[in-house]
């Protein structure tokens, strides 16, 4: 079977239904369903024989065929009602043929002239790596950060540190906003830093923030009668 | 200034990045616009027309020297590297971030069919994509975008320099 | 070779050292010697008439371009104001804070494993990274937070919009 060779050569499963299409020289916008999807199919079972890692995607995509052939097949007991029911096939049309485009632009691309390829820029060496603490800061992606982070803790023991989501992330800028609020005013009260917030993640943050503050001993909440005013002020003045 | 033109030629010489025109002009002080812009004409005309190893070009957002096409396989014998091609998976995947942007992961795996999370990092190690923010929908998933670096690499002045596609837009 | 001169003065132009003769000839292949300097020759007229910022000198036993010399304080404003990278170190340090903060020096320097004194003075001088406040411990240690200069270098809204290592890795 020829095509044993083309299996690793695909992008994913609508790549490889746009080959089946093309190889049929099939009407895209009229996709007999039926014959594809024995095809496609015949290709995924050639693959699992391969021992190829099927992606899950391909199989996903094998289930909408299948399911997108079963409902061509039922009966029309109305005439008119065709007029109103959707073509099952027009979901994967529109995605095979966005798909299509969007790999006739990956080409465009790919037959650009492009630097480091093509054409090229003078190399600069680091000869004059001066340390004026002057020179502004390069922005820098995100990503870069993310990446630094992730490698030193894989190094590192501390596994407690990867344990890190977007709450915990709001909860330091909640955090920071106290502390600054606290340097500015010394003392607040719990309805200061509470009161005005109608945003009920907002409240549940500073919640959790003046909790954290006080257990990493940061912060310190005290009141003069019991049920009075909680106020809170810096554990420490700077 | 008697030397503007071969300041501003030395300046984009000595430049790592491609240098804008706002940069010169800080740098210059007392040039008008229009003066640099005219110089950089004819600069760009004299290397042309000198018909050398060497181009003036107009790319992500500033001025930059580049070598010409023809070329490039004598250059890629000096630094001894294989033609840095993108797969064809990066190629698509960065397609769609491109004209797409700003976009979610979860879009791109839509148009592609397939889990894009090697790529986009990938892709992101090699500076041409970037996050851009989050998108503000519930769970806030991350937003990508392309780089300045994808600009300079594609040759590209801004993104509205890409390649048109009608059935793109949108 | 009929672009030899091109390829030349490209590959001297590309060159991060200046570009020995030999290395030409082991790049170009079939040029002879005296063909070579005969074009460098050239090269080196072409520019000295053009009259430009740039000529093309021989340095340590090698062809280098260099911008002139009547262009040296434009050139050495445009490197004093050249954004400069963080660290590697730096990258490391701010990326501890930023994750974990409110943060103690100590708990940064049990992550990244040395003495992190230096690089954090560094961060506070570049206004990346701030004191928070102290704690009330024996000793009672500052710790430390990032700024608001921080989320502009790197793009970011608020911390909130710092990736996960889940989001990333999908």
Redesign the interface.
């Known amino acids: 079977m020829s095509y044993k060779f083309r299996l690793d050569i695909f992008?994913?499963?609508?790549?490889l239904l746009l080959y089946l299409i093309k190889k049929n020289e099939i009407d895209i916008y009229n996709i007999p369903i039926a014959i594809i999807t024995e095809q496609y199919l015949e290709y995924i079972e050639a693959m699992k024989s391969l021992n190829l890692n099927l992606?899950g995607?391909y199989l996903v995509?094998a289930a909408t065929l299948i399911h997108i052939k079963s409902r061509m097949l039922l009966p029309v007991h109305d005439e008119d009602e065709i007029e109103d029911e959707e073509d099952p096939r027009e979901e994967l049309v529109r995605?095979l043929?966005?798909?299509k485009?969007?790999?006739?632009?990956?080409?465009?691309?790919?037959k650009?002239?492009?630097?480091?390829?093509?054409?090229?820029?003078?190399?600069?060496?680091d000869e004059?790596e001066d340390e004026?603490?002057?020179?502004?800061?390069?922005?820098?992606?995100?990503?870069?950060?993310?990446?630094?982070?992730?490698?030193?803790?894989a190094?590192?023991a501390?596994t407690e540190?990867?344990e890190?989501?977007?709450e915990k992330?709001?909860l330091?800028?909640r955090?920071?906003e106290i502390?600054?609020e606290?340097?500015e005013k010394k003392t607040l009260t719990f309805t200061d830093l509470v009161g005005e917030l109608h945003n009920k993640m907002r409240l549940i943050y500073t919640f959790l923030a003046i909790l954290e503050l006080m257990k990493?001993?940061?912060i310190?909440a005290y009141q003069t009668v019991s049920y009075g005013t909680i106020r809170i002020r810096?554990?420490?003045?700077? | 200034m008697d030397n503007l033109k071969a300041v501003v030629e030395a300046l984009i010489f000595v430049s790592e990045i491609p240098l804008s025109l706002n940069k010169m002009m800080e740098i210059i002080g007392d040039a008008e616009k229009e003066e640099i812009t005219g110089i950089i004409s004819d600069l760009v005309r004299d290397y042309n027309e000198r018909d050398g190893g060497i181009f003036l070009i107009e790319v992500a957002g500033g001025y930059q020297f580049r070598t010409k096409e023809i070329c490039a396989p004598w250059i890629r014998q000096l630094k001894a590297t294989r033609p840095k091609a993108l797969s064809q998976a990066a190629l698509e995947t960065i397609a769609v971030i491109a004209y797409r942007q700003p976009v979610m992961k979860s879009e791109i795996e839509k148009v592609r069919g397939v889990d894009v999370s090697g790529i986009l990092k990938g892709l992101m190690e090699k500076n041409l994509v970037r996050i851009v923010g989050r998108k503000d929908v519930p769970g806030r998933p991350i937003i990508y975008g392309t780089t300045k670096k994808f600009l300079e690499v594609f040759g590209l002045k801004d993104l509205s320099d890409l390649p048109t596609f009608k059935e793109l837009e949108g």
């Open positions: 992008e994913g499963p609508l790549d992606a995607e995509l995605q043929l966005e798909y485009t969007f790999k006739e632009a990956a080409l465009n691309l790919d650009m002239t492009l630097l480091g390829r093509d054409i090229f820029n003078r190399e600069f060496s004059d004026e603490a002057e020179r502004p800061v390069r922005e820098i992606g995100i990503f870069e950060l993310v990446e630094a982070f992730r490698k030193m803790v190094q590192s501390a540190l990867m890190i989501d977007v992330i709001s330091s800028e955090i920071n502390i600054d606290l340097n990493l001993r940061i310190k810096l554990a420490v003045e700077n």
